[in-house]
């Protein structure tokens, strides 16, 4: 079984009516332990990260603005959160949790964060709904412990442009993104691999496009570790998302993701990303199913 970190500060402190259903980070665990895909002794709570590790990758005057709360108003809407010492607490929690996943998929081959995947946070600032690059601290806390090459695979809807600038110069993580080309960010941050798919991309298209990149990307980076930001919000009727993926078009993507990473025997960590569908149910079955082919694979 993997790890799987979970913590109550994941629910948002926002009103259940809010559009992003963030709730989901909190029903997801209890999902999969219902339907008997994890059990209880496979969670683990991160704790709040350390200021001193967020500043491994973001900057001394963006942390000091976090920590009393003086963002300005201009990158307050950006985010697009209310401000507030709980939702600071809450990302360094998210941000924990995947830098714990990590360390312990470096040990068991495969763990995940049930939250995560805030792609769109700058080493300077945060937008996108994200406040703290959780996927940059997991891959740069990596390097620290010896990790030489780490690979991070992007599969949210949306473009992981924070995440390709703070590693744009550091050749020891391979940024790659899949993204639709037409949704937030508007102006992409250019990764080492990008693939900006076409609105509404037919599922074959989608997956031919994803098995050609990692056939390449593997043998090219030959990553010791790998990040893996699952965001089902590529799901077909989300609310941010342009593509058009079935529910088992989701799953063969997680597969073949999975499925690289056991050739190349690289251990992974996954982060949860983004589901913004209508249906709650729709994104948790999505999420589930990523859970299930991990876990296939690794048999």
Known sequence: MPALAWSNLYAHPLKRGHRFPM???DALPARLLAN????????FEPHPLSWDAIAAVHTHDYIAALRHGELPAAMVRRIGFPMSLRLVQRERVIACGSVMAARIAQKTGLAFNAAGGTHHAFADRGEGFCLLNDLALAATDALQRGIQRVLIIDLD??????????FAQNPRVFTFSMHAAGTFPLIKTRSDLDIALPDHCKGTDYLDALDRALSQIFPLHQPELV????GVDVLHGDKTGRLSL???ECRLRDRLVF???RRWNTPVAVAMGGGYHPDINRILDAHCATF????ICKR
């Open 246 to 248: 079935e529910p088992e």
């Open 36 to 43: 008997g895909i994890i059990r209880s002794t496979d969670l």
């Open 23 to 25: 709730e989901k980070y």
């Open 227 to 230: 990040l893996y930001n699952a």
């Open 259 to 261: 499925e690289a990473c």
């Open 157 to 166: 809807v949306h473009q992981g442009n924070g995440t390709a600038e703070i």
């Open 292 to 295: 299930e082919e991990s876990l």
